[in-house]
């Protein structure tokens, strides 16, 4: 048994195969941000923001490979790790120099897109957790493992693209150029963490492999060393602790939701087409949507009673239900989903209480919705959002009865006088695709 675990132990040795002159070398080389890596930074950053802008990950992945924002970070781990100290400072001074130009190439980038919408891409990167410690960790070790070895290994450019410096930075840009603080703020502190931990990785495995030192370091200066980078550590991963044991609780949450809406909800002609969680002053409402039959009273008292015992009793429950099919209700998706379900639940509910009689309608199957919907929506950028009220004569005060209407909504910085000429604009191509004005379009 020894032998062959003196193999394996042999195997897993690091310092066979290790250059450290030659690594000290072409590390420090790579530190300075010359006229050339300061061209890769500004096209890796503007790719990067092309990429989150589009939720393109090919493209993002592009950027980071040819991002040298990993150079300064290994100069840093490097220079203390070997006592360097001339080493270390020029390698922080290198990137901020270059984090400033990241920040500012996507910044610019987001001022003037024609999109600069939150996709799924830049979202994803603003609440970093202890995962994400590992990754720049993990990912730090076979940067500097694979840095210094006598033969260039292949997996640097996988290391480029785990440890991911440049979109989370360009995140933070889209930040500042929208004003959105907690992207900002979320972001930067992704990039940071993961700055922080691959530097720390390349300190720990330098001080591994015995390489030499700079300048002589004694015990009780290396004591302190340590401590101080121990804190720094510390203090770096309090934060991703905080949004992992967050994260964690939310998905427990939503397994309860599902559960208890599969158990006591859903039944034979009945489905949840969505659900979500609001907030109503101090109260959070757990809002579901549900077409088909709709439930009795007497039942939704009970539903109420049995959310203590799937563990949500801090929530308070509103069913949005409406007679419509969930056959019909497929042909809608996302938020149309849920705008059409609020919408005819005003509608009944106005009707109910006025006892009207019931009006003729305009049968919905008539007007291809979902294919004007999708068109208009192509064609003016503009409109963010459109739901389909095919009912809308039932929110009529009087006899007269209007037409179904294309409920559209507006990017936050669309001028009213840009709105009236969009709608205008809208209502006569809807008029000249369907052929009549038995559709109409209006603001939500």
Avoid at 81 to 103: F, W
Avoid at 111 to 121: F, Y
Wanted: net charge positive; with cysteine; glycine share 6%.
């Amino acid at each position: 048994m020894a032998q062959p675990f003196r193999n394996l132990l042999q195997r897993l040795s690091l310092r066979e195969g290790t250059d450290p002159p030659g690594t000290i070398e072409r590390i420090n080389g790579g530190i300075s941000l010359t006229s050339e890596h300061a061209w890769l930074l500004v096209c890796s950053a503007v790719l990067a923001s092309i990429g989150l802008d589009v939720s393109s990950a090919a493209v993002v992945i592009g950027a980071m490979l040819i991002s040298p924002l990993m150079g300064p970070i290994l100069g840093a781990g490097m220079g203390m790790g070997i006592s360097d100290r001339p080493m270390l400072q020029r390698s922080l001074r290198e990137l901020g120099v270059a984090t400033v130009l990241s920040l500012a190439a996507s910044t610019i980038y987001f001022l003037i897109s024609p999109l600069g919408q939150a996709t799924p891409e830049l979202i994803a990167r603003t609440r970093p957790t202890l995962l994400d410690v590992g990754v720049a960790l993990f990912g730090g070790v076979a940067g500097i493992v694979a840095a210094s070895r006598k033969q260039q290994s292949m997996a640097l450019p996988g290391v480029a693209i785990a440890t991911a410096l440049m979109p989370p930075l360009c995140t933070a840009g889209f930040g500042l150029a929208t004003g959105s603080w907690a992207f900002f703020f979320g972001a930067f502190y992704l990039y940071l963490l993961n700055a922080i931990f691959i530097a720390l990785a390349t300190f720990l495995v330098v001080r591994l492999l015995h390489f030499p030192q700079h300048e002589f370091i004694d015990a009780a200066d290396r004591k302190r060393q340590f401590r101080v980078l121990t804190a720094i550590a510390v203090l770096a991963t309090l934060p991703s602790m905080y949004f992992l044991y967050a994260a964690a609780q939310n998905l427990r949450e939503r397994a309860r939701i599902g559960s208890f809406i599969d158990r006591e909800i859903e039944g034979p002609g009945r489905e949840a087409s969505q659900w979500e969680i609001a907030d109503q002053d101090t109260v959070r409402v757990l809002k579901v949507y549900i077409a088909g039959t709709p439930v009795e009273p007497e039942r939704m008292d009970s539903i109420r009673a049995a959310m203590p015992a799937h563990g949500l009793s801090k929530l308070r429950l509103d069913v949005v239900q409406s007679d419509i099919s969930a056959r019909d209700l497929t042909r809608f998706e996302g938020q149309v989903q849920r705008d059409i379900l609020l919408a005819l639940q005003s509608a009944l509910s106005a009707r109910d209480s006025a006892n009207a009689a019931a009006a003729a309608r305009v049968r919905p199957d008539t007007i291809p919705v979902g294919a004007v919907a999708r068109e208009m929506a192509s064609t003016f950028p503009e409109i963010t959002g459109i739901a389909y009220v095919p009912r809308p004569d039932l929110l009529a005060a009087d006899s007269v009865q209007p037409p179904p209407a294309l409920m559209v909504s507006f990017a936050p910085r669309t001028r009213t006088a840009d709105k009236r000429a969009i709608l205008a604009r809208a209502q006569a191509f809807v008029r000249a695709r369907i052929g009549s004005d038995s559709l109409a379009v209006v603001e939500r």
